[in-house]
C-alpha cells in the first residue's frame, strides 16, 4: 500500500465527451504527477503539480489540464477525448519540493480509462 | 535529452535461476536511475533508485542494480527467481527535473 488513491478504478466515456479522474495523496506529499500508461507501453509523464500550481508539463495537449487543492487530492481533466486516450492513468505523489529527485514517488494503482 | 531503452520486452526464466534485465539510458547530464515494478492491476512500485552515491544499488525483493557510466546501463538482476517475482519492470530516468522518463518495460516470465 503507498497510501495513494485513485477514483475510478475503470471508466468508459465516448470520443469528444470529458472526464475527470481524481487522485488522493499521503499528506504531506506537496507534489503530484499524472501519468498516461497506454497498453504495452511505460508511463508517459503529462504534468506535475507542487502546491497547487503547474510545475511543469510533458508533450500533452491543453486539452489534458489538472488541478490540485489544499487537502492533498488532485484531478486529471480530458476534453474532447479521442480513442488514444484509451490508456492506465496514474497518479504519484512526493513530499519533496518541486518533485525533488532524491524524494521517492509513491504510485496510485490507477484509473483505466477506455474510450469508445 | 534523456531517454531509457530496456533490451527485451519479455524475458523468461526458471524459478531459482538469474534474473537480468537490461537497461540503457541516454542523459546529458548525471542522471538519477530507478527501476519499478508493476503488478497486474496495480500502480508503480519503487524497487531501487541510484542518486550517484555507490554504483551498486540494493533494493527490495533481493533485487540490485549496478550503475555503468562507460556502458551507460543500469541492468537489474536478482540472483535466484520466484515465482513472486513475475511482473513487468520498468527502468526509469531523471535528471533532477520535474519529469521522469520510463522505458517501456520488461515482463518477466517465471517458469515451475
Known amino acids: 500500500e503507498t497510501g495513494v488513491t485513485q477514483s475510478p478504478t475503470h471508466l468508459i466515456k465516448t470520443r469528444g465527451q470529458q472526464v475527470t479522474l481524481r487522485c488522493s495523496s499521503q499528506s504531506g506529499h506537496n507534489t503530484v504527477s499524472w501519468y498516461q500508461q497506454a497498453l504495452g507501453q511505460g508511463p508517459q509523464f503529462i504534468f506535475q503539480?507542487?502546491?497547487?500550481?503547474?510545475?511543469g508539463r510533458g508533450n500533452f495537449p491543453p486539452r489534458f489540464s489538472g488541478l490540485q487543492f489544499p487537502n492533498y487530492s488532485s484531478e486529471l481533466n480530458v476534453n474532447a477525448l479521442e480513442l488514444d486516450d484509451s490508456a492506465l492513468y496514474l497518479c504519484?505523489?512526493?513530499?519533496?519540493?518541486?518533485?525533488?529527485?532524491?524524494?521517492?514517488?509513491?504510485f496510485g494503482p490507477g484509473t483505466r480509462l477506455l474510450v469508445l | 535529452a534523456q531517454s531509457v531503452t530496456q533490451l527485451g520486452s519479455h524475458v523468461s526464466v526458471s524459478e531459482g535461476a538469474l534474473v537480468l534485465l537490461r537497461c540503457n539510458y541516454s542523459?546529458?547530464?548525471?542522471?538519477?536511475l530507478f527501476w519499478y515494478v508493476q503488478y497486474p492491476n496495480q500502480g508503480l512500485q519503487l524497487l531501487l533508485k541510484?542518486?550517484?552515491?555507490?554504483?551498486l544499488v540494493k533494493g527490495i525483493n533481493g533485487f540490485e542494480a549496478e550503475f555503468k557510466k562507460s556502458e551507460t546501463s543500469f541492468h537489474l538482476t536478482k540472483p535466484s527467481a520466484h515465482m513472486r517475482d513475475a511482473a513487468e519492470y520498468f527502468c526509469a530516468v531523471d535528471t533532477g527535473g520535474f519529469k521522469t522518463i520510463f522505458g517501456a518495460g520488461t515482463r518477466l516470465f517465471v517458469k515451475a
Open positions: 503539480y507542487y502546491r497547487e500550481e503547474e510545475n
Open positions: 541510484y542518486t550517484s552515491a555507490a554504483t
Open positions: 542523459s546529458s547530464v548525471p542522471p538519477y
Open positions: 504519484a505523489s512526493t513530499r519533496g519540493q518541486r518533485g525533488a529527485v532524491q524524494e521517492t514517488q509513491y
